[in-house]
Protein backbone atom coordinates (compact mmCIF):
# COMPACT_ATOMS: atom_id res chain seq x y z
CA UNK A 1 0.00 0.00 0.00
CA UNK A 2 3.15 2.59 0.93
CA UNK A 3 4.69 1.21 -2.60
CA UNK A 4 1.59 2.31 -4.60
CA UNK A 5 1.03 5.92 -1.99
CA UNK A 6 5.23 6.67 -2.86
CA UNK A 7 4.38 6.36 -6.60
CA UNK A 8 1.17 8.23 -6.68
CA UNK A 9 3.17 11.40 -4.42
CA UNK A 10 6.63 11.00 -4.97
CA UNK A 11 7.68 13.16 -8.02
CA UNK A 12 9.54 11.42 -11.10
CA UNK A 13 13.51 12.10 -11.00
CA UNK A 14 14.68 14.06 -14.18
CA UNK A 15 11.13 15.30 -14.83
CA UNK A 16 9.90 18.72 -14.98
CA UNK A 17 7.93 20.35 -12.22
CA UNK A 18 5.25 20.88 -15.28
CA UNK A 19 5.74 17.38 -15.75
CA UNK A 20 4.48 16.05 -12.20
CA UNK A 21 1.80 18.62 -11.60
CA UNK A 22 0.10 17.67 -14.80
CA UNK A 23 1.39 13.87 -13.94
CA UNK A 24 -0.89 14.15 -10.53
CA UNK A 25 -3.76 15.77 -11.82
CA UNK A 26 -4.38 13.60 -14.27
CA UNK A 27 -3.83 10.84 -11.73
CA UNK A 28 -6.48 12.30 -9.20
CA UNK A 29 -8.85 12.86 -12.39
CA UNK A 30 -8.32 9.47 -13.27
CA UNK A 31 -9.23 8.33 -9.50
CA UNK A 32 -12.54 10.21 -10.03
CA UNK A 33 -13.55 9.18 -12.68
CA UNK A 34 -13.23 5.72 -11.94
CA UNK A 35 -15.01 6.02 -9.04
CA UNK A 36 -18.40 7.67 -10.99
CA UNK A 37 -17.73 4.79 -12.94
CA UNK A 38 -18.08 2.57 -9.80
CA UNK A 39 -21.25 4.05 -8.57
CA UNK A 40 -23.13 4.47 -12.01
CA UNK A 41 -22.51 0.48 -12.91
CA UNK A 42 -24.07 -0.11 -8.89
CA UNK A 43 -27.05 1.96 -9.72
CA UNK A 44 -27.47 0.48 -13.53
CA UNK A 45 -27.32 -3.19 -12.10
CA UNK A 46 -29.63 -2.57 -9.30
CA UNK A 47 -32.37 -0.29 -11.63
CA UNK A 48 -31.78 -3.19 -14.15
CA UNK A 49 -34.99 -5.42 -15.23
CA UNK A 50 -33.28 -8.48 -14.12
CA UNK A 51 -33.77 -7.95 -10.64
CA UNK A 52 -36.71 -8.37 -8.97
CA UNK A 53 -38.64 -5.05 -7.00
CA UNK A 54 -39.23 -7.13 -4.15
CA UNK A 55 -35.75 -8.40 -3.57
CA UNK A 56 -34.12 -4.86 -3.53
CA UNK A 57 -37.33 -3.78 -1.18
CA UNK A 58 -35.80 -6.60 0.85
CA UNK A 59 -32.13 -5.95 0.92
CA UNK A 60 -32.48 -1.92 0.77
CA UNK A 61 -34.95 -1.35 3.21
CA UNK A 62 -36.89 0.77 0.46
CA UNK A 63 -38.42 0.69 -3.12
CA UNK A 64 -35.37 1.09 -5.57
CA UNK A 65 -37.76 1.78 -8.21
CA UNK A 66 -40.29 4.77 -6.54
CA UNK A 67 -39.07 8.43 -7.37
CA UNK A 68 -36.85 7.82 -3.90
CA UNK A 69 -34.15 6.51 -6.10
CA UNK A 70 -33.15 9.93 -6.83
CA UNK A 71 -31.56 9.95 -3.46
CA UNK A 72 -29.50 7.45 -4.05
CA UNK A 73 -28.06 8.85 -6.60
CA UNK A 74 -27.42 11.77 -5.21
CA UNK A 75 -25.49 9.88 -2.33
CA UNK A 76 -23.31 8.27 -4.98
CA UNK A 77 -22.45 11.63 -6.57
CA UNK A 78 -21.65 12.93 -2.91
CA UNK A 79 -19.58 10.13 -1.97
CA UNK A 80 -18.12 10.13 -5.46
CA UNK A 81 -16.89 14.05 -4.78
CA UNK A 82 -15.72 13.08 -1.11
CA UNK A 83 -13.54 10.42 -2.66
CA UNK A 84 -12.00 12.50 -5.20
CA UNK A 85 -11.50 15.26 -2.34
CA UNK A 86 -9.82 12.56 -0.38
CA UNK A 87 -7.55 11.32 -3.32
CA UNK A 88 -6.59 14.92 -3.80
CA UNK A 89 -5.54 15.29 -0.43
CA UNK A 90 -3.64 11.92 -0.39
CA UNK A 91 -1.43 12.71 -3.43
CA UNK A 92 -1.65 16.64 -3.59
CA UNK A 93 -0.33 17.42 -0.03
CA UNK A 94 2.87 15.30 0.61
CA UNK A 95 3.41 17.13 -3.69
CA UNK A 96 3.23 20.34 -2.03
CA UNK A 97 5.53 19.55 0.62
CA UNK A 98 8.25 17.86 -0.87
CA UNK A 99 8.22 20.93 -3.18
CA UNK A 100 8.28 23.59 -0.28
CA UNK A 101 10.98 22.14 0.97
CA UNK A 102 13.27 21.54 -1.86
CA UNK A 103 12.62 25.47 -2.53
CA UNK A 104 13.05 25.56 1.43
CA UNK A 105 16.63 24.07 0.87
CA UNK A 106 17.69 26.37 -1.88
CA UNK A 107 16.81 29.41 0.14
CA UNK A 108 18.94 27.90 2.85
CA UNK A 109 22.04 26.81 0.72
CA UNK A 110 21.87 30.83 -0.62
CA UNK A 111 21.99 32.01 3.11
CA UNK A 112 24.87 29.94 4.00
CA UNK A 113 26.86 31.03 1.35
CA UNK A 114 25.95 34.71 1.55
CA UNK A 115 27.23 34.14 5.30
CA UNK A 116 30.61 32.54 4.20
CA UNK A 117 30.14 28.85 4.55
CA UNK A 118 31.88 28.14 1.05
CA UNK A 119 31.97 24.45 1.66
CA UNK A 120 28.29 23.65 1.49
CA UNK A 121 26.83 22.10 -1.27
CA UNK A 122 23.07 21.23 -2.56
CA UNK A 123 21.85 18.15 -3.18
CA UNK A 124 18.28 18.72 -4.57
CA UNK A 125 16.03 15.54 -6.33
CA UNK A 126 13.17 14.92 -7.72
CA UNK A 127 12.35 18.21 -10.38
CA UNK A 128 14.22 18.54 -12.97
CA UNK A 129 14.52 22.29 -13.05
CA UNK A 130 15.46 22.40 -9.44
CA UNK A 131 18.08 19.81 -10.13
CA UNK A 132 19.30 21.83 -12.56
CA UNK A 133 19.58 24.77 -10.08
CA UNK A 134 21.24 22.52 -7.45
CA UNK A 135 23.64 21.76 -10.38
CA UNK A 136 24.36 25.49 -10.96
CA UNK A 137 24.56 26.33 -7.03
CA UNK A 138 27.26 23.70 -6.09
CA UNK A 139 28.95 25.06 -9.64
CA UNK A 140 28.79 28.60 -8.64
CA UNK A 141 30.28 28.00 -4.59
CA UNK A 142 32.63 25.48 -6.09
CA UNK A 143 34.26 28.63 -8.36
CA UNK A 144 33.87 31.00 -5.32
CA UNK A 145 35.48 28.83 -2.80
CA UNK A 146 38.51 28.37 -5.26
CA UNK A 147 38.68 32.26 -6.11
CA UNK A 148 38.90 32.74 -2.20
CA UNK A 149 41.36 30.10 -2.17
CA UNK A 150 43.40 31.72 -5.17
CA UNK A 151 43.36 35.16 -3.00
CA UNK A 152 44.46 33.50 0.18
CA UNK A 153 47.53 31.80 -1.64
CA UNK A 154 48.54 35.11 -3.15
CA UNK A 155 48.37 36.61 0.28
CA UNK A 156 50.75 33.69 1.55
CA UNK A 157 52.78 33.96 -1.31
CA UNK A 158 53.20 37.82 -2.08
CA UNK A 159 54.17 37.85 2.21
CA UNK A 160 57.50 39.44 1.35
CA UNK A 161 56.99 41.28 -1.47
CA UNK A 162 53.86 42.59 0.68
CA UNK A 163 57.03 43.85 3.73
CA UNK A 164 58.52 45.31 0.85
CA UNK A 165 56.05 47.73 -0.32
CA UNK A 166 55.90 48.47 3.76
CA UNK A 167 59.64 48.89 4.01
CA UNK A 168 59.43 51.16 0.69
CA UNK A 169 56.62 53.09 2.08
CA UNK A 170 57.56 53.85 5.18
CA UNK A 171 58.91 57.10 4.41
CA UNK A 172 55.90 58.01 3.81
CA UNK A 173 54.25 56.73 7.14
CA UNK A 174 57.24 58.69 8.77
CA UNK A 175 56.18 62.08 6.70
CA UNK A 176 52.38 61.21 8.23
CA UNK A 177 53.64 60.58 11.96
CA UNK A 178 55.49 63.94 11.77
CA UNK A 179 52.38 65.18 10.64
CA UNK A 180 50.30 64.05 13.02
CA UNK A 181 52.91 64.56 15.88
CA UNK A 182 53.24 68.94 14.91
CA UNK A 183 49.40 68.91 14.79
CA UNK A 184 48.83 66.59 18.11
CA UNK A 185 51.32 67.25 20.57
CA UNK A 186 53.00 70.28 19.32
CA UNK A 187 49.68 71.90 19.74
CA UNK A 188 49.06 70.47 23.23
CA UNK A 189 52.74 71.37 23.97
CA UNK A 190 51.87 74.73 23.35
CA UNK A 191 48.69 74.70 24.64
CA UNK A 192 50.43 73.86 28.12
CA UNK A 193 53.07 75.99 27.66
CA UNK A 194 51.16 78.96 27.63
CA UNK A 195 48.95 77.90 30.63
CA UNK A 196 51.88 77.24 32.80
CA UNK A 197 53.51 80.87 31.84
CA UNK A 198 50.15 82.50 32.50
CA UNK A 199 49.49 80.29 36.05
CA UNK A 200 52.80 81.40 37.45
CA UNK A 201 52.02 85.11 36.85
CA UNK A 202 48.72 84.43 38.96
CA UNK A 203 50.18 82.46 41.73
CA UNK A 204 51.41 85.45 44.20
CA UNK A 205 48.49 87.59 43.47
CA UNK A 206 45.32 85.04 42.85
CA UNK A 207 46.86 81.33 44.07
CA UNK A 208 43.18 79.99 44.75
CA UNK A 209 42.69 80.10 40.42
CA UNK A 210 45.87 79.20 39.83
CA UNK A 211 45.28 76.13 41.81
CA UNK A 212 42.35 75.10 39.12
CA UNK A 213 44.71 75.92 35.98
CA UNK A 214 47.35 72.97 37.38
CA UNK A 215 44.31 70.71 37.30
CA UNK A 216 43.77 71.98 33.85
CA UNK A 217 47.74 72.15 33.10
CA UNK A 218 47.38 67.93 34.75
CA UNK A 219 45.28 67.00 32.58
CA UNK A 220 46.27 68.37 29.46
CA UNK A 221 49.76 66.43 30.33
CA UNK A 222 47.67 63.69 30.67
CA UNK A 223 46.03 63.88 27.27
CA UNK A 224 49.39 64.62 25.62
CA UNK A 225 50.76 61.18 27.18
CA UNK A 226 47.89 59.58 25.94
CA UNK A 227 48.43 60.55 22.60
CA UNK A 228 52.01 59.79 22.68
CA UNK A 229 51.78 56.71 23.45
CA UNK A 230 49.45 55.95 20.92
CA UNK A 231 51.46 56.78 17.96
CA UNK A 232 54.40 54.66 19.32
CA UNK A 233 52.16 51.87 19.55
CA UNK A 234 50.91 52.85 15.75
CA UNK A 235 54.36 52.85 14.75
CA UNK A 236 55.38 49.50 16.50
CA UNK A 237 56.80 46.15 13.94
CA UNK A 238 53.54 44.77 11.96
CA UNK A 239 54.73 40.92 12.51
CA UNK A 240 53.26 39.01 15.08
CA UNK A 241 57.03 37.36 16.31
CA UNK A 242 56.24 33.68 16.41
CA UNK A 243 53.12 34.15 18.31
CA UNK A 244 49.21 33.05 17.19
CA UNK A 245 47.00 35.73 16.58
CA UNK A 246 45.52 35.06 19.64
CA UNK A 247 48.37 35.16 22.31
CA UNK A 248 49.54 38.56 19.61
CA UNK A 249 46.60 40.43 20.67
CA UNK A 250 46.67 39.59 23.95
CA UNK A 251 50.22 40.91 24.59
CA UNK A 252 49.13 43.89 23.38
CA UNK A 253 46.10 44.46 25.30
CA UNK A 254 48.22 43.56 28.29
CA UNK A 255 51.00 46.76 27.44
CA UNK A 256 48.16 48.46 26.69
CA UNK A 257 46.74 47.94 30.34
CA UNK A 258 50.02 48.78 31.88
CA UNK A 259 50.25 51.99 30.18
CA UNK A 260 46.80 53.43 30.34
CA UNK A 261 45.18 52.49 33.68
CA UNK A 262 42.04 55.32 32.70
CA UNK A 263 40.78 52.77 30.14
CA UNK A 264 38.88 49.55 30.57
CA UNK A 265 39.40 46.82 28.41
CA UNK A 266 36.80 43.59 27.84
CA UNK A 267 38.19 40.86 25.52
CA UNK A 268 36.74 37.78 24.69
CA UNK A 269 39.50 36.05 22.57
CA UNK A 270 39.71 32.29 20.85
CA UNK A 271 42.54 30.40 19.60
CA UNK A 272 41.96 30.51 15.19
CA UNK A 273 43.10 27.03 13.66
CA UNK A 274 44.47 26.71 10.18
CA UNK A 275 45.42 30.51 9.48
CA UNK A 276 48.17 31.98 6.98
CA UNK A 277 50.82 34.29 8.24
CA UNK A 278 49.84 36.60 5.82
CA UNK A 279 45.90 36.76 7.41
CA UNK A 280 47.41 36.53 10.98
CA UNK A 281 49.86 39.51 10.19
CA UNK A 282 46.62 41.51 8.58
CA UNK A 283 44.26 40.55 11.31
CA UNK A 284 46.71 41.91 13.86
CA UNK A 285 47.67 44.95 11.64
CA UNK A 286 43.86 45.92 11.56
CA UNK A 287 43.61 45.25 15.48
CA UNK A 288 46.51 47.28 16.18
CA UNK A 289 45.42 50.42 13.68
CA UNK A 290 42.18 50.13 15.55
CA UNK A 291 43.04 50.45 19.24
CA UNK A 292 45.00 53.52 18.17
CA UNK A 293 42.38 55.02 16.98
CA UNK A 294 40.32 54.42 19.97
CA UNK A 295 43.17 56.01 22.00
CA UNK A 296 43.82 58.86 20.04
CA UNK A 297 40.38 60.23 18.82
CA UNK A 298 37.46 58.25 20.54
CA UNK A 299 38.03 59.59 24.35
CA UNK A 300 36.72 56.26 25.38
CA UNK A 301 36.53 55.05 29.32
CA UNK A 302 36.25 50.87 27.87
CA UNK A 303 36.47 49.08 24.93
CA UNK A 304 35.65 45.15 24.18
CA UNK A 305 37.62 42.88 21.99
CA UNK A 306 36.09 39.46 20.60
CA UNK A 307 38.32 37.08 18.47
CA UNK A 308 36.24 33.50 17.50
CA UNK A 309 35.57 31.28 14.14
CA UNK A 310 32.22 30.24 12.76
CA UNK A 311 31.25 28.07 10.27
CA UNK A 312 35.26 28.26 8.63
CA UNK A 313 34.73 32.35 8.98
CA UNK A 314 37.51 34.41 11.28
CA UNK A 315 35.44 37.08 12.99
CA UNK A 316 36.79 40.36 15.19
CA UNK A 317 34.88 42.58 16.88
CA UNK A 318 35.74 46.06 18.25
CA UNK A 319 33.75 48.58 20.09
CA UNK A 320 34.11 51.24 22.21
CA UNK A 321 31.97 53.51 24.71
CA UNK A 322 33.58 57.17 22.90
CA UNK A 323 32.30 60.03 20.85
CA UNK A 324 31.50 58.34 17.83
CA UNK A 325 33.29 59.41 14.20
CA UNK A 326 31.65 62.99 14.31
CA UNK A 327 31.93 64.75 10.76
CA UNK A 328 34.86 66.70 12.01
CA UNK A 329 36.78 63.44 12.38
CA UNK A 330 35.89 62.02 9.39
CA UNK A 331 38.73 63.23 7.23
CA UNK A 332 41.08 62.45 10.20
CA UNK A 333 40.47 58.86 10.54
CA UNK A 334 39.33 58.58 6.79
CA UNK A 335 42.96 57.41 5.60
CA UNK A 336 42.91 54.72 8.74
CA UNK A 337 39.54 53.20 8.25
CA UNK A 338 40.48 52.97 3.87
CA UNK A 339 44.18 51.39 4.94
CA UNK A 340 41.77 48.90 7.32
CA UNK A 341 38.99 48.17 4.51
CA UNK A 342 41.97 47.40 2.07
CA UNK A 343 43.70 44.92 4.05
CA UNK A 344 40.57 42.95 4.78
CA UNK A 345 39.36 42.88 1.25
CA UNK A 346 42.20 41.85 -0.22
CA UNK A 347 41.95 38.53 1.86
CA UNK A 348 38.15 37.81 0.46
CA UNK A 349 36.55 39.50 4.00
CA UNK A 350 34.17 42.12 5.13
CA UNK A 351 35.27 45.09 6.84
CA UNK A 352 32.19 46.93 8.78
CA UNK A 353 32.47 50.53 10.61
CA UNK A 354 29.15 51.12 12.97
CA UNK A 355 29.01 54.63 14.38
CA UNK A 356 26.87 57.13 16.23
CA UNK A 357 27.61 60.43 17.97
CA UNK A 358 28.54 59.86 21.62
CA UNK A 359 27.05 56.58 21.04
CA UNK A 360 30.24 55.02 20.15
CA UNK A 361 32.08 52.86 17.38
CA UNK A 362 31.77 49.43 16.60
CA UNK A 363 34.17 47.53 13.78
CA UNK A 364 33.53 43.80 12.22
CA UNK A 365 35.69 42.14 10.31
CA UNK A 366 34.91 38.57 9.15
CA UNK A 367 37.41 36.76 6.90
CA UNK A 368 37.01 33.40 5.30
CA UNK A 369 40.27 30.85 6.42
CA UNK A 370 40.98 27.15 6.65
CA UNK A 371 39.29 26.60 3.46
CA UNK A 372 42.37 23.91 2.67
CA UNK A 373 45.00 22.69 4.65
CA UNK A 374 47.29 23.03 1.94
CA UNK A 375 47.44 27.17 2.11
CA UNK A 376 49.03 26.61 5.71
CA UNK A 377 52.68 28.05 6.52
Avoid at 30 to 45: P, Q, R
Avoid at 81 to 94: D, E, K, N
Amino acid sequence: MWKIRDFLTKPMEGKSVQYNIVRKFLMTAFSSIVLMILGILILSLLMSEGLNSDFLVRALGFDFFSPSYFIVLILIIIIGCLSSLVVTYIIGVPVGRSLKNQLQAIRDANEKLSRGKLEYRLNVKGYMELEEISEQFNRMAQRTEKQVESLQRLINENKELMEGAEEAASSEERRKIARELHDAISQQLFAISTTVSATSKMIDNKPEEAKKYFTVIEKMVSNAQQELRALIMHLRPVNLENHSLKDGIQKLLDELDLKHENITIHTDLNNIEGLTPGIENNVFRVTQEAISNILRHSKASSFSIKLFQKDKVLTLMIEDNGIGIESSDSKKSSYGMATMRERIEEMGGRFDVISFPNKGTRIEVRVPVGVQSIFKS
